[in-house]
């Protein structure tokens, strides 16, 4: 059932969406089943443009301390705030709350960490499966070898760059070998002799959710000029490992993790 909008359903809905009116919404005229405007959305994948890592970055940072919502809002909310300031509409229209559940790899739970899982679920909003999956695998991959938090980090705590202070000294560095929050959150305190519950860790879930969306866009971008190919090499031992438990043998195991952080080879 079509109808046209009255003046009042018009106003409420401009007022209500405002940055939807602004961008000028061309969907937007249908009348859902209770007589309330909706808004059609584009066909996923959303589209993406180039964004400048190093605003997101800040951004990644900011959203982490912003209302206590954590890592996961911090890294999603990075980056769809900054889609929303050079794409607009449809991202106008996502609340990156959503994401508020993966904090310290989901509720605390020190499963994936969290920042990996808003980034990835950007990069999910833009590409599809197979894109997503590449692009995802080496954010992953990068993420369990590269020094976080980044130099870049440190720096921008340092000289004031950051939207939010709450620390300003440069943090220790390690690289987590594994994409899990309790994993790379105890080594981390065990390398720099900080608590679990310390502002300087937080901090550095701060800065290392910056890094990781700013990682992920690097990577988007990459993908949005054609240039994109993955760099990162698995360690050694997991393609041995898995000659014999992966599906080509005992198939028992379904993981890219490195295996011998949790296990001792066995002979
Ligand atoms: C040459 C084949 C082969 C390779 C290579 C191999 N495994 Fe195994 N693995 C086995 C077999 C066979 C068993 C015994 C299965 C059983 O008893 O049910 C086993 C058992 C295990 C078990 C359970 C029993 C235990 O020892 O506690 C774990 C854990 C394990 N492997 C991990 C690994 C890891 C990690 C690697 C790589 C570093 C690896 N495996 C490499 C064949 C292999
Ligand atoms: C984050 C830690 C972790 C990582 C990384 C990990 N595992 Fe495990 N794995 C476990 C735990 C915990 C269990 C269940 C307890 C157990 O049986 O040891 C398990 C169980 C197993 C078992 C069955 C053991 C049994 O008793 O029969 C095998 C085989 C195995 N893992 C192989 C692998 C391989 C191969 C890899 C790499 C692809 C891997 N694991 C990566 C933690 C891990």
Redesign the pocket.
Known sequence: MKRKLTRKEFLTLTTQCAACAAAGVVGMSLIGREGKAQVELPPWPWPYKKLDPEYVRKLGHQGYWEKGYGCAYGAFRAIVVALREAVGYPYTLIPPEMMIWGHGGVVGWGGSCGALLGACAAINLVCDKQTADQLIHELQGWYTQALLPSDISNQYAQTGQFFVQKYTQPLPQNASGSPLCHISVTKWCEHSGFRASSLERKERCGRLTGDVAARAVELLNQWADGQFRGIYVPPE??A??????GDK??D??KAKMN??Q?????P
């Open positions: 031992s997991l041995t490992c898995l000659t014999c438990h043998g005992m028992n195991v295996c011998v949790c296990h001792t080879p066995h």
